[in-house]
């Protein structure tokens, strides 16, 4: 993989993400003169003896204690003498006491962005690093060790403190890092990657363990997978809607000029590309059947008794349309599995208008970080060529770039939006196998004739049990501010909670479209199947053929019968003038592939294979680069 050259200016999320799924960095060589300068006068102001936080005081609550030239403890019975200045020692001591995360450690791509993240930062020239540290700092990157990091520690005040140290210690010959798949200590970790420990100078801890790396390099990491998430939504609505031989008109360009947030727009228009052609959708009431539980006499051939289904109509007869003739002059007195309604459920509606509201959350996330990307958020900031500056507070300012409201309010929003989207899916996904909405599809889309099945039942289940998980995580974390390190950090942001709810979030929503794909796949075919077996029965057979799957009608010598018959004979004739019924070339591809891993379900067998199957598909991509690949 090429290189990624850091400079403090031009990373962007792209890559970022290569830098995090393994792609080596380089250190641009022409921003090494502003690094070596700040640190230059870092250490000149250190000789001055100039009161600077975090260099010359202790932090926090700490922070007016200015440090001497020599230790007081030394006089205690049993102490040693430490080879180290007290300015040094400082910054050692910073790092280890404040690698104290909890839990499961981030997966590597977490942890190499992370790295990426604060190597950026720090190459702008601003926080008086020294560039061996950086070039050590990059090195360990390159060289694939990767610090262990706890996910559970960080409240986002002085950015992420305590995971950053975790990182940092591993510079140091401390704490514990993954090398070739082996957890190790880091001193053990160096060695073997033939690196060797950092000894930290002034104000180098802090600059290593103050900023907003955690919460930004799982933020970028969301949103990496969630670009691909949205997509995939309006992938399986599509198909969805195919499955219901649904209408499109609510997505037409003119309906959402009157209402044009951006992400309704994008979503109204990826689903008019993604049903374009469509055989399925927007066609006429009358022509879709409803399912019938099959029969030993449903049908006359061996081949249709293969379908494993029966299929039939409701007539409406003459002295009950009550003036309604026009319309059943347009659309035939036949109700299947359509009802005579003008408008779909706000489920397969409202899809702009809700994945577009999702979309826009996202943009909002993007605009943020992409800001974050090249900020500095350590504290102090140095500013070395200031003009006119004339005391050192005009030079070393303590300001609050480290906090991590932005990032955690624009979370908050994205944290949000996860469930919502998650939600509609759902409820398209419950649509689809309840009898009483789903147009005339099976109950739980199994034929169920011996009342033994469950078909998709459950699996209507699992999705509401992860919408429900989802939901209860999207209270937003960055409300709430416990104030830490003895009230010095009197207000801080959460934010690294709220990056590392949305990133496991995602993939929560990736097995929640993995299920409604999955259920799409199986309703497409029982709708597809039953408007062409229609379709075929009424090209291969008479009026009297069709008749016999019309429920309602006048019995032989009836003095409707005839009327009936010319009415089927419509049907009939425009069943068999149409082209044979399929869904969109986008949704047929994305079909295909999951076709090519989970056959049709006939009968009722184990599901689990199914659903963990379905929800690889997602997480992997290949439903969707079908889809991608079908539209050119």
């Not at 990826?270 to 030993?296: E, K, M």
């Not at 147009?439 to 099945?453: H, K, M, R, V, Y």
């Not at 010319?566 to 047929?588: C, I, K, T, W, Y």
């Amino acid at each position: 993989m090429k290189p990624i050259t850091l400079d403090g200016r031009g990373l962007n999320r792209a890559q970022l993400a290569e830098i995090a799924h393994g792609a080596p960095v380089r250190l641009d060589p022409a921003q090494m003169p502003a690094v070596q300068r700040a640190a230059d006068f870092l250490a000149d102001q250190v000789k001055r003896q100039e009161p600077i936080y975090g260099v010359s005081t202790g932090f926090g609550s700490n922070a007016d204690k200015l440090l001497g030239a020599h230790r007081l403890r030394t006089g205690l019975p049993g102490a040693s003498e430490s080879s180290d200045s007290v300015l040094e020692e400082l910054q050692h001591n910073l790092i280890v006491t404040h690698a104290v995360c909890v839990g499961e450690p981030f997966p590597a791509d977490v942890v190499r962005a992370m790295m990426a993240i604060r190597i950026n930062t720090l190459m702008r020239g601003h926080s008086g690093i020294r560039p061996v540290v950086l070039e050590a700092m990059a090195a360990l990157l390159n060289a694939g060790v990767v610090p262990v990091v706890p996910r559970k520690g960080s409240v986002g005040a002085s950015g992420d403190l305590a995971p950053l140290s975790h990182l940092a210690i591993v510079l140091l010959g401390g704490g514990e890092a993954f090398y070739d798949g082996e957890r190790l200590s880091g001193a053990e970790a160096l060695q073997r990657a033939g690196l060797a420990p950092v000894k930290l100078s002034h104000k180098e801890g802090l600059a290593l363990n103050n900023g907003t790396a955690q919460m930004l390099a799982t933020a970028v990491l969301a949103i990496e997978r969630l670009e691909d998430l949205l997509d995939t939504a309006d992938l399986a609505a599509a198909m969805t809607l195919d499955a219901f031989a649904g209408r499109l008109r609510a997505f037409d360009p003119h309906v959402h000029d009157l209402r044009p947030h951006p992400g309704q727009v994008q979503v109204a228009a990826n689903l008019r590309r993604l049903l374009d052609g469509s055989r399925l959708s927007d066609i006429a009431y009358h022509l879709v059947p409803r399912f019938r539980q099959w029969q030993p006499e449903s049908w006359a051939s061996a081949d249709q008794q293969a379908l494993g289904f029966d299929i039939g109509w409701d007539w409406v007869p003459f002295n009950q349309r009550h003036g309604r003739e026009k319309f059943y002059q347009r659309f035939r007195p036949f109700r299947g599995g359509k009802k005579h309604q003008p408008q779909d459920s706000y489920s397969l509606r409202c899809i702009p208008q809700v994945h577009g509201a999702v979309r826009d959350a996202l943009e909002q996330a993007k605009r943020v970080v992409d800001i974050e990307l090249n900020a500095v958020t350590d504290n102090p900031l140095l500013f070395p060529g200031l003009e006119g500056a004339r005391e050192i507070e005009d030079q070393v300012v303590s300001a609050g770039h480290f906090h991590g409201m932005p990032l955690a309010l624009a979370m908050s929003y994205l944290k949000a939006a996860i469930p919502v989207l998650a939600s509609i899916s759902e409820r398209r996904l419950n649509k689809l196998v309840d009898p009483a909405t789903n147009d005339g599809l099976p109950p739980f889309l199994i034929g169920n004739e011996d009342g033994t099945e469950s078909g998709f039942m459950i699996v209507q289940y699992t999705a509401a049990a992860l919408v429900n998980d989802l939901a209860s995580r999207a209270h937003p974390a960055s409300v709430y501010s416990i104030p830490t390190s003895a009230n010095a950090e009197d207000h801080v942001s959460m934010g690294a909670n709220e990056g590392r709810h949305v990133l496991e979030m995602t993939a929560d929503l990736a097995q929640v479209l993995g299920l409604e794909l999955y259920t799409a796949a199986q309703a497409l075919d029982y709708r597809r199947d039953m408007i062409n077996a229609a379709r075929q029965l009424a090209r291969e057979g008479d009026a009297e053929a069709l008749a016999a799957k019309v429920q309602g009608a006048p019995l032989p010598g009836h003095p409707d019968r005839p009327g009936f018959l010319a009415e089927v004979e419509a049907l009939r004739a425009e069943l068999a003038a149409s082209g044979e019924f399929q869904p969109s070339r986008a949704v047929e591809a994305a079909w295909a592939a999951l076709r090519e891993a989970i056959p049709f379900m006939g009968r009722d067998r184990a599901m689990d294979g199914d659903v963990a199957t379905a929800v690889r598909l997602v997480e992997d991509g290949r439903v969707l680069s079908a889809a991608r690949a079908a539209l050119g």
